[in-house]
Structures are given as C-alpha cells and as structure tokens.
C-alpha cells in the first residue's frame, strides 16, 4: 500500500461524514509516518483543484473534507432545489466578529464593544453551535466566558483563528469605505 | 426635520448606536480623532427624533449613546484647573469604543464575504429530498405526539437533577420571539435537541407553552420525517415568504 497512500487517504476522507483530521488519519495508518501522511495531503489537495475535477478537498479547521467547487453553485441548487442558504443575521455576524477578535470575552464585554445587548444573539450563536463557553471569568459574578468553536472555522473556511482578517485586510476595507 | 442631507436612513437600519454614529461621522466627512461633539449630537439626536413609534428596547442604547454625548459635550465646558496638565480629551474613550467597533463592523463584512464563498460549496453530507414533492413521508405531529415528547423529556431532566439557581423569569413573549428568531436563522428547530438546551424546567414548560401557541395560531408548524425520528418544527410558508 505504501505505493498508494494519497488513493488510500483520498477514500478514507471520501467516505467520513465528518471533516477527518490529520491526527485521525495518523491513527488509522499508523504504519505511515507523519510526514508522509502530510506530504500526500498536499498532493491528494493539489490534485483536486485541477480544472479536470467538480469537487475538490477544502481544508479548514486542520481537517479534510470533499466539497463541490463554487462555481457550480447554481446547477447544484437547482437539483436540490434550495433558493439560498440561510446566511447568518448581520447581528450574529458582527457579534462573531467581536467574539473571534477579543476571545475569551464575557457577555458584558460584547456589548459594551457593540453598544447593544447580545444577550439573545449569543444564545442563537451558542445553538447553532458557532461558540462555546469554555469557564468562568474570575471577577464579581464570575461571568461566562466564551469562545468561536471548530465549527466557526469550518463555517468560514479557516484553518485556524490566525486566518481571520488581518489588521492590513481591515484597514483596507475602511479606506473603501471613506 | 433634516433638511441638510437629501435622504434619511431608517434607525433600524442601524446595528446600535456605534454604527449610528459611525454612519454619521462619514456622512459629514468628520476626522474621528476630532469629532465636533455638539454637530455630531445635533445630527444625532435628529435620528432619534424621526422615529415615528418608540421601541423602548431597542431605544434605550440609542439614548444612553445620547447621554454619553451630551456628558462629553458638558466635560469640554467645564473650565478644568489642571489645564495644563493635559488630563486627557473626554472625548477620548468614545473615539477608543468607535475605533474597536469599526474593526469589528470591517471584519464582519469580511466574514460575510468568506460565508458567501463557502455558501456555494456544497458537502456530501447536505442531503435534503431530492423528490418533487416534498411532502411525501412527512407526518404533521400532533399534540400529543408533542407533549408526550416532551413529558418523557423532563422525565430525563429531572433524573439529571442539577442544581440550578433561579435568577429569571421567563415570558411567553419573550420566548415565542426566540423561537420565531431560531427559525428565521435556521430553516428548522430539532424539538429534542432545542429542549434539552433548555437551562430549567421553568424555562422549559414556558418553551413549550409558547411552541404550542406559535402552532395553534399557525405560524409553525410541527413535522416528524418518519416514525420515530426526531420531531422538526418550520415556519409555515405563508406567513415566511413576507416579501412575496
């Protein structure tokens, strides 16, 4: 099988539900050392963004996993019948944003960075599973803290939180915007 | 009336009142370094001024932000004795609030963008009914098939039985908005996994009181795929296409 590591992976990412990790996959093939493991990702994702494939392997989160090019987003919602997607309220969005940026962050410090109160939308956030709380801060009324979750990333198609906008990406924006 | 721009936007249109003031410093091609504090509060307090109908919920931050203004606008009145000192501009800490939320409004437009794109990429794992018609298995739950759910639910909880200290009191209405505002963000709301989110069996019984109300007026409506799967609850189409 060593001949034919990047086939071998290209089924196991094929056939998991989930994204599959690099850990994951490292425990499957533990025959096969990291490196190697790594190298034929890199391959295996090379190989997918050719023009000659529909579908390609999206990484984010550290994770893989078979996604259909954006260009053929009309066909596809044609055949599923779907108009649209649900697309986050403006209100959840800037609320994530403030979340990503300044996490761990409590309640009261979203709001206060908002001027609005968030109470409501960290709940929808929290149900859709976009944050989590991950303890207690310890001040007066040891407040919840929280933070974004692997699905954030994966909603956005990061990587990892280093991947959010830049300070250069925002800055740019806001020259736009003038 | 404001007479000095040729078109107003609605205070809804605004996130809160940091975007509001935002807004307004760009309108009038203000530095934000160097906000002239009475123009800006002028303008401002016109904004509040056109709401036909007051929604105090929303209002009160507007009018806190007023507050803030006008107490900056009295700090920079006031003759202060360490003048030289330079204590610091009292405008200062709303510049730093503004500042913090323009980055955040910046990178949220960035995010939408990044949402856009992944939108268009479709999993294997996105898999609704293909069928023409959609309806085909579907079963409208009952109240009974609802409540018994529900009952066997609390049953669970209880067993759980944690320790949770009441600090609120929940309404219907509030509670009914929630779950209007769940659906209008998700298309639907897994009844089970929507309940055991649920913090106390208070919360939960007006929960479920207001999802009974949200179905007995039609607006929801309660559907189980097949026997024994989970019980989903849609909005009804009539009352969600608001446009058409």
Request: zero cysteines; a negative charge; aromatic letters at 8%.
């Amino acid at each position: 099988m060593e001949n034919r590591l990047k086939e071998l992976i290209e089924s196991l990412i094929f056939v998991s539900s989930e994204p599959l990790s690099t850990e994951r996959i490292k425990i499957v093939l533990e025959e096969f050392s990291r490196e190697e493991i790594e190298q034929a990702l890199q391959k295996l994702v090379a190989n997918y963004s050719s023009d000659e494939k529909g579908i390609e392997i999206t990484r984010s989160a550290g994770s893989y996993l078979f996604s259909t090019k954006p260009e053929f987003d009309p066909w596809i919602r044609q055949l599923l019948r779907i108009e649209r997607k649900n697309k986050l309220s403006s209100a959840a969005l800037e609320t994530l944003s403030a979340i990503a940026y300044h996490q761990p962050v409590t309640l009261a410090e979203i709001s206060a960075l908002r001027g609005v109160d968030s109470t409501h939308t960290l709940k929808v956030l929290l149900q859709k599973k976009l944050i989590k709380i991950v303890g207690r801060k310890k001040s007066p009324g040891r407040p919840l803290i929280y933070r974004t979750t692997d699905k954030f990333l994966i909603y956005f198609g990061l990587n990892s939180i280093k991947e959010l906008p830049t300070e250069e990406e925002i800055s740019k924006i806001l020259e736009e915007e003038k | 009336m404001d007479t000095s721009s040729g078109y107003q936007v609605r205070l809804e249109a605004f996130e809160g009142p940091l975007d509001l003031l935002l807004f307004l410093i760009r309108k009038k091609k203000i530095d934000i370094h160097d906000i002239p504090i009475a123009t800006i509060t002028r303008e401002y307090l016109e904004y509040l001024n056109h709401k036909e109908r007051i929604n105090l919920d929303r209002e009160a931050e507007f009018l806190l932000m007023a507050s803030l203004l006008i107490y900056i606008k009295s700090q920079m009145l006031l003759p202060r004795e360490s003048e030289l000192t330079e204590e610091g501009d009292p405008r200062q800490m709303l510049v730093d609030r503004l500042l913090d939320y323009q980055k955040i409004k910046a990178a949220s437009l960035l995010l939408r963008e990044k949402e856009d794109v992944e939108h268009m990429k479709w999993q294997r794992t996105f898999r609704p009914s293909i069928s023409t018609t959609q309806e085909d298995d579907l079963i409208e739950v009952s109240l009974f098939d609802l409540a018994e759910s529900f009952f066997a639910l609390m049953k669970q909880k209880k067993r759980e039985n944690i320790q949770i200290i009441k600090g609120k009191e929940y309404s219907l209405e509030e509670k009914m908005k929630e779950i209007l505002a769940i659906l209008n963000e998700n298309s639907f709301l897994d009844f089970l996994d929507y309940f055991k989110e649920q913090e106390t069996l208070e919360e939960a019984i007006v929960s479920f009181f207001s999802l009974l109300e949200l179905i007995r007026v039609r607006t929801v409506i309660a559907i189980q795929e097949s026997l024994f799967r989970s019980i989903k609850v849609w909005l009804r189409k009539a009352s969600h296409s608001k446009g058409n």
